[in-house]
């Protein structure tokens, strides 16, 4: 029986001991998957295939594991991790995906994305995608020195932080007429993402969307994909 997984918003870090030990539990439980959808956001932050930290260098060796073992890997960059490139997705034994991909779920066609660009309403937020995702923009930065380039993500870090303390609901949820238009632009009657941080299934007359929770020192959140059914799961460590 083939079983796909998807997870996403782990942002791992060398302060999250407890997220990087929660995924390495799944990976070693979930032996033999066929696939596994990484949708974004994976590490906290992500400067460069260059960085070789030893979080980075644990995580890409058990990644590398899962690829060596027979699962097929893909990553779909989050806003968090947009810099991950061909140097990660090779180490891993796995493949990169855009912002939008179309997948093809035991005969069922599924849009897979990270999910900020449905949350439309965040106008600010978009402004600043926008720069970051600028190709020479990203060409620039990683030009520049690992040290110069931790001490941005720092800043980054710093800003995110303070907005959260200051707005506990600061990630704006996905745009009603951004899912729709996802729904038909697309041709397809599902969608998988994460980014909000607010798991849950959502059906409407365009179709289903299953948003994937963000992992905490407690419990991780995975969508299961068994014959084409589709279980939201969490599982507390």
């Given at each position: 029986m083939a079983t796909t997984l998807f997870i996403s918003d782990l942002h791992l870090s060398d302060n999250t001991?407890?997220?990087?030990?929660?995924?390495?539990?799944?990976?070693?439980?979930?032996?033999?998957?066929?696939?596994?959808?990484?949708?974004?956001d994976f590490f906290e932050y992500w400067i460069g295939d260059d960085d070789d930290t030893p979080l980075n260098r644990?995580?890409?060796?058990?990644?590398?594991?899962?690829?060596?073992?027979?699962?097929?890997?893909?990553?779909?960059?989050?806003n968090r991790d947009l810099a991950l490139g061909?140097?990660?997705?090779?180490?891993?034994?796995?493949?990169l995906l855009g912002d939008t991909t179309?997948?093809?779920l035991e005969g069922t066609p599924v849009l897979v994305?990270?999910?900020?660009?449905?949350?439309?309403d965040d106008v600010e937020y978009l402004k600043m995608r926008a720069i970051l995702h600028d190709p020479d923009w990203q060409a620039e930065m990683l030009q520049r020195p690992l040290s110069e380039r931790r001490e941005f993500a720092k800043g980054l870090r710093a800003a995110s932080k303070e907005k959260a303390e200051n707005d506990p609901d600061n990630i704006i949820d996905a745009n009603d007429q951004a899912i729709a238009a996802a729904f038909a632009e697309h041709?397809?009657?599902?969608?998988?993402?994460?980014?909000?941080?607010?798991?849950?299934?959502h059906k409407t007359a365009d179709g289903e969307r299953i948003v994937l929770g963000d992992?905490?020192?407690?419990?991780?959140?995975?969508?299961?994909?068994?014959?084409?059914?589709?279980?939201?799961?969490?599982?507390?460590?």
């Open positions: 001991p407890e997220i990087e030990a929660g995924l390495y539990a799944l990976l070693d439980r979930e032996q033999g998957m066929e696939r596994l959808y990484i949708l974004g644990r995580v890409i060796a058990r990644l590398k594991a899962v690829s060596d073992s027979g699962t097929k890997l893909f990553i779909v960059r989050g061909a140097v990660f997705a090779d180490q891993v034994g796995g493949q179309v997948i093809d994305l990270h999910g900020d660009t449905l949350c439309t041709k397809v009657a599902l969608m998988i993402h994460g980014h909000t941080h607010r798991p849950d299934r992992w905490s020192a407690e419990a991780s959140w995975i969508i299961r994909a068994t014959d084409g059914n589709c279980q939201l799961e969490q599982y507390r460590y």
